[in-house]
């Protein structure tokens, strides 16, 4: 709309671009339609933007402390990642939602079991759908980075920031949300590969 040279992925770029009124009229419309999860119980959709808000805040302030950067783009990130799980929730109905129910009931692995069961994650539905979207491709990579520390590790570091970032971001929220405690030792062996952070800085963090 704007034509632009280039792409926005800067929160403070695209809000100082947009302006104040149409600001406000994307705020006022950022709203799932009323029906569309209608009949999906509360607590799903709680669980949900609750994992969802926790890494996108976790990501951004991973970014601020450790790649002293603002971290707009890694809260974007953590926000996108998961709405996989809504396209889901909506094409495959109660079958995924007691699935889902189930794996928060028992601490697992999300990701591993969506690949286990569908051939593939919803995370890498939600890059391809970001992909789809045009928004701009290190967040779509991100996205879609497999969460795997040796491999996170290898990236040189001007492509390493944004993946890393939600790796650790994705166990914290795991921890803080799933109680997926077990998780702690992944999070600190990370942390320390990545950024050299040690367990004193992610307590402080996670407090």
Not at 133 to 152: E, K, M, R, T, Y
Not at 157 to 168: C, R, V
Request: glycine share 6%; aromatic share 8%; net charge negative.
């Amino acid at each position: 709309m704007f034509g632009l040279s280039r792409e926005v992925s800067d929160l403070t770029q695209a809000l100082a671009l947009l302006g104040v009124k149409p600001l406000k009229l994307l705020v006022l419309g950022f709203s799932l339609p009323k029906n569309l999860y209608s009949g999906v119980e509360a607590s799903t959709l709680q669980k949900f933007w609750q994992f969802t808000l926790v890494k996108a805040v976790a990501a951004r302030e991973l970014c601020r402390s450790f790649w002293n950067s603002s971290g707009d783009e890694a809260f974007i990130a953590g926000l996108l990642q998961e709405i996989g799980v809504l396209v889901f929730v909506n094409e495959l109905g109660d079958s995924y939602i007691n699935f889902l129910s189930g794996v928060h009931q028992r601490s697992e692995d999300l990701l591993a079991l969506e690949t286990a069961t569908l051939g593939f994650d919803h995370a890498i539905l939600s890059a391809r759908l970001l992909d789809h979207w045009n928004l701009p491709s290190p967040i779509v990579d991100a996205v879609a980075a497999a969460q795997d520390v040796a491999s996170l590790s290898a990236r040189e570091p001007q492509e390493a920031m944004l993946p890393q970032s939600l790796h650790l971001a994705t166990l914290i929220a795991s921890i803080i949300v799933s109680n997926r405690s077990t998780l702690l030792p992944e999070l600190l062996e990370a942390a320390h590969r990545y950024r050299g952070v040690d367990q004193q800085q992610i307590d402080s963090l996670l407090d």
